[in-house]
């Protein structure tokens, strides 16, 4: 079954350093990176490191990427693939404006069919390891047309698909609804949005799905892949992977930069514990690496 759940990709959440830690409990199930933007990828733009990962210790990972440029993708699919990148996941359902509409890419390509074809085209043809989409419902309730997308991708050479059951227009606002997969669909289609428990699976799983993929479910709990695949447990003191994980990212970004973006995962982590509200306000006040863990070492008793 671990073949068949995947990590989603997440903005600015499904980093190197997360990777590492969900891989801890997950060892085989399939992750994705944080999307990256073809432009930035090829123009080797340095102020994003994630533009210089190496993902041959990573395992069963995917690389994912956005853009409106064909040519461009196929660039950036090789490069992903000569980095290790085991496929290559193009992002037709990222509803931000910045993206769906200003850019022309992520949900965009939901209302422009012919332009995701010559994407998934140009991508398979640039590398010799599989092309999937992750795409939505439609662009909003009048346009729910994810099936003449996902028949494009399957025209075009694409490997699987993996489907949000929201809409461009909903964002992540109410509630994720998944269709009966039809029988006419050629690709396995993977799904996602609102999955979060081995329940959740099974009920999609239910619906004719090939896979599912949990995103939100993830923060602050990345060893919940593991706890459904029977390979791991609830960590008995989250504060150690909270440790952890702050030291990895410190590794990876600095402290300066570090910092503050370990500030979410701090909540998430701390969420549902005593004093939690105190020592998120305490976190977020906070620029200095050792002020940081000795707080941390106080609110977990480390």
């Not at 910092?259 to 549902?272: E, N, T």
Request: aromatic letters at 8%.
């Amino acid at each position: 079954m671990n073949n068949q759940i995947f990590a989603a990709p997440l903005a600015g959440i499904t980093d190197k350093p997360f990777r590492r830690i969900i891989r801890q409990f997950a060892p085989d199930v399939s992750l994705v990176t944080e999307m990256i933007s073809c432009h930035s990828l090829v123009g080797q733009h340095k102020n994003c490191i994630r533009n210089f990962d190496e993902y041959g210790d990573e395992g069963n990972i995917g690389a994912q990427i956005f853009g409106a440029d064909a040519d461009l993708m196929g660039q950036a699919a090789k490069i992903l693939q000569d980095a290790g990148a085991k496929w290559i996941d193009i992002n037709m359902g990222c509803p931000v404006p910045k993206v769906a509409t200003r850019a022309g890419a992520g949900a965009f390509l939901m209302k422009d069919h012919v332009l995701a074809g010559k994407i998934i085209e140009q991508c398979v043809k640039s590398v010799n390891i599989p092309v999937s989409i992750k795409t939505r419902l439609g662009w909003d309730e009048a346009h729910k047309d994810w099936q003449d997308l996902v028949h494009v991708a399957h025209e075009s050479g694409a490997t699987f698909v993996s489907l949000h059951g929201r809409t461009r227009a909903q964002g992540y606002t109410g509630s994720a609804v998944l269709p009966q997969k039809p029988s006419n669909i050629e690709l396995p289609i993977i799904a996602n949005g609102d999955i979060k428990t081995l329940a959740d699976i099974e009920r999609v799983e239910k619906l004719g799905y090939d896979g599912a993929m949990i995103g939100r479910g993830l923060l602050g709990q990345p060893w919940i892949l593991g706890v459904i695949c029977g390979t791991c447990e609830i960590p008995k003191n989250v504060g150690e992977i909270a440790m952890q994980h702050l030291d990895l990212i410190i590794d990876y970004y600095g402290a300066k930069a570090g910092i503050p973006m370990f500030r979410k995962h701090a909540a998430w982590y701390s969420a549902g514990m005593q004093n939690s509200a105190q020592f998120r306000i305490k976190v977020n006040q906070i620029t200095d690496e050792k002020e940081l863990k000795d707080l941390m070492k106080e609110f977990w008793s480390l």
